[in-house]
């Protein structure tokens, strides 16, 4: 199935005293690119959630952000650093022998020293917290990827109508190069016989200037390597997956073949259609950069 590299999936999960909601949402871009929003307490989880990533999302790139909230009451607790508080004591009893005054620290005086009493989060049970967050982020990841084949359908059904458009011109100017060379030599035929007017017209030299003049406008190479891209396109849609750099590629040949088209042609119509024929190929081209 064809996927789109725009998306957005989310989900709220909630597991005894503890939520977890993840919100991930994708742009175009040429390789996989992730940026993934952590909270502090679930850092750690940082390699193992892009590891995850992986198994759903081949190319785009990717914000991912996760937030945590526990609500148990043991969530928190405060935690006594004796270090400082005996630093704290030490600097008091040396600024009151310097400066000649009374000693008087109390425990009050010391409790309210910065970093002495902490609130610290309570350790938790690391292999518990990634079960529940890899539960929300594979549903996370499975909305993600349900809205990018939706997408992607919409993609390859707008895609398909414009490979016809671009066949309904490679047919025009198909059907119409043979008529060239024969009013070519209509015309080549016509300026002899007023130039030599009663003499004979030599049937053999206007024949060599007919076949000159068709081999130089001759596109049959690039209208069949054109339908035969068309149908790798096609095809590349049928049978889905990652395939958006190998369309990229493909799409560059149609272009480069119309271009030749355009450069080899003399005939107004032929040119009218070739321009057409590249205008579809660049609207091919632009959809093809949103495919993964």
Known sequence: ????????????????????????????????D????????????????????????QRGKVDLFVFYEDFS??????????????????????????????????????????????MEESEEDEEELWKLLQKALSRA???????????????????????????????FVAGRSPQIVEEYRERLLTKVRELLEDRQVDEGRILTEVVIFADKICVDEELVRLRSHVEAVRTALREGGSVGRKLDFIVQEMNRESNTILSKTTD??????????????????EQIQNIE
């Open 268 to 285: 107004l119509e032929i040119s009218n259609h070739a321009i057409e024929l590249k205008t579809e190929i660049e609207k091919v081209r």
């Open 141 to 171: 990841a499975c909305s993600f990827v349900e809205a990018r084949e939706k997408e992607g359908e919409n993609l390859k059904e707008d895609l398909l109508r414009k490979l016809d458009t671009i066949l309904s011109h490679v047919d």
């Open 34 to 57: 992730v940026n993934i929003k952590l909270p502090k307490k679930l850092n750690f989880f940082e390699s193992a959630v892009r590891g995850e990533l992986k198994n759903y999302i």
């Open 73 to 118: 009451e043991g969530a928190g607790c405060v935690k006594y650093h004796k270090e400082i508080a005996a630093e704290y004591l030490k600097y008091f009893r040396q600024m009151a022998e310097e400066f000649g005054l009374e000693e008087d620290a109390r425990v009050s005086t010391l409790a309210r020293c910065p970093e002495v009493f902490t």
């Open 1 to 32: 199935m064809i996927k789109s590299m725009t998306g957005f999936g989310r989900c709220e999960l909630t597991e005894g005293k503890r939520k977890i909601t993840v919100e991930m949402k994708s742009v175009n871009h040429r390789y996989l």
